[in-house]
């Protein structure tokens, strides 16, 4: 059995500053892993008759099907990589928030990725990864990188970020999921075709993150979701605010939301509002920024 950690990400920034003919936005973006992770675990089996790929996954909500990014991923990679006659049994061990914008099925994809490429002895090169993992989902590639990046484009021009040490993020999430192409919908119906949208300035967070103090990342963090999402999404509005009055630096929402993460300098602090919005019936995890 071999395993691979399948990390989350926030988003530190997130402006989409444009929509291309296809129908894809073009984003600018600050990603950030986190240690919340799902873990992906395999068994292989060579020279069977016949290549197959098996799919168990701990969250009944999620299907474990050829829908799901993790065998897709499987399939692209052997299928790229020209490899047959193998048995993969794959299980996804979840314990990122499904719908949540936290790049989950992004994370679970690239680590499968990572997992079938370190079993058949680096096949492929990192680009060649990056590459099948667009064809994926825009987060995948960022997810095979991880750490700190500046994301442009669709999410797919990485240029990693130096930033100072790593702090405490808690995530918190109240019931129900956003679909993003829906909340790229909403942004449509906001600003049309974007052609008189002012974009937000990015540079503010690579300055406070080149700084090292998180202090700093509270005037330069921003979303552009908020502005759609937030009004629908009630209770992550709430999750925020709650964040803010129980000592965050900063709170945000992740991704095209609805779960909110705030940045605390004081681990207790974090802890002790992670324990009071679990008794609100709500998901909350204290983790650590992944440099
Ligand atoms: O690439 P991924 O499958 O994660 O994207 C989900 C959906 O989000 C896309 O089908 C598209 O509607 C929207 N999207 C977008 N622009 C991006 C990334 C995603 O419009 N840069």
Same mark, same amino acid.
């Given at each position: 059995?071999?395993?691979?950690?399948?990390?989350?990400?926030?988003?530190?920034?997130?402006?989409?500053?444009?929509?291309?003919?296809?129908?894809?936005?073009?984003?600018?973006?600050?990603?950030?892993?986190?240690?919340?992770?799902?873990?992906?675990?395999?068994? =292989?089996?060579?020279?069977?008759?016949?290549?197959? =790929?098996? +799919?168990?996954?701990?969250?009944?909500? +999620?299907?474990?099907?050829?829908?799901?990014?993790?065998?897709?991923?499987?399939?692209?990679?052997?299928?790229?990589?020209?490899?047959?006659?193998?048995?993969?049994?794959?299980?996804?061990?979840?314990?990122?928030?499904?719908?949540?914008?936290?790049?989950?099925?992004?994370?679970?994809?690239?680590?499968?990725?990572?997992?079938?490429?370190?079993?058949?002895?680096?096949?492929?090169?990192?680009?060649?990864?990056?590459?099948?993992?667009?064809?994926?989902?825009?987060? !995948?590639?960022?997810?095979?990188?991880?750490?700190?990046?500046?994301?442009?484009? !669709?999410?797919?021009?990485?240029?990693?970020?130096?930033?100072?040490?790593?702090?405490? #993020?808690?995530?918190?999430?109240? &019931?129900?999921?956003?679909?993003?192409?829906?909340?790229?919908?909403?942004?449509?119906?906001?600003?049309?075709?974007?052609?008189?949208?002012?974009?937000?300035?990015?540079?503010?967070?690579?300055?406070?993150?080149?700084?090292?103090?998180?202090?700093?990342? /509270?005037?330069?963090?921003?979303?552009?979701?908020? &502005?759609?999402?937030?009004? =629908?999404?009630?209770?992550?509005?709430?999750?925020?605010?709650?964040?803010?009055?129980?000592?965050?630096?900063?709170?945000?929402? /992740?991704? /095209?939301?609805? /779960?909110?993460?705030?940045?605390?300098?004081?681990?207790?602090?974090?802890? #002790?509002?992670?324990?009071?919005?679990?008794?609100?019936?709500?998901?909350?995890? #204290?983790?650590?920024?992944?440099?």
């Amino acid at each position: 059995m071999i395993y691979e950690n399948a990390n989350a990400k926030i988003n530190l920034f997130l402006d989409v500053v444009g929509r291309r003919e296809d129908g894809y936005h073009d984003l600018k973006s600050c990603m950030q892993t986190v240690s919340l992770s799902d873990t992906i675990s395999a068994e =292989i089996t060579e020279d069977v008759p016949e290549t197959e =790929i098996l +799919l168990t996954c701990s969250d009944k909500n +999620l299907a474990a099907d050829e829908k799901n990014l993790a065998y897709r991923a499987a399939a692209l990679y052997l299928e790229t990589a020209g490899i047959t006659n193998v048995r993969v049994k794959l299980h996804v061990e979840k314990r990122i928030p499904l719908s949540a914008g936290l790049g989950g099925g992004s994370a679970d994809a690239a680590a499968v990725l990572r997992l079938l490429n370190r079993y058949f002895k680096n096949r492929l090169s990192h680009e060649e990864l990056s590459r099948i993992g667009g064809k994926l989902g825009a987060d !995948v590639p960022f997810c095979l990188t991880g750490g700190t990046c500046r994301c442009e484009g !669709v999410g797919d021009i990485l240029t990693p970020v130096t930033t100072g040490p790593d702090y405490t #993020v808690l995530i918190a999430k109240a &019931d129900g999921g956003v679909s993003t192409p829906e909340a790229f919908r909403l942004l449509d119906d906001l600003h049309g075709d974007f052609a008189h949208y002012t974009p937000h300035d990015a540079e503010k967070i690579y300055k406070a993150l080149a700084g090292g103090n998180v202090h700093a990342l /509270s005037h330069a963090a921003y979303n552009a979701f908020e &502005d759609v999402i937030l009004p =629908i999404h009630p209770e992550a509005a709430k999750l925020k605010t709650f964040l803010l009055d129980r000592g965050a630096v900063t709170a945000l929402m /992740s991704g /095209s939301g609805p /779960s909110v993460f705030g940045i605390f300098v004081s681990d207790v602090r974090a802890e #002790v509002c992670a324990a009071a919005i679990r008794k609100m019936g709500f998901f909350a995890a #204290v983790c650590r920024t992944v440099g």
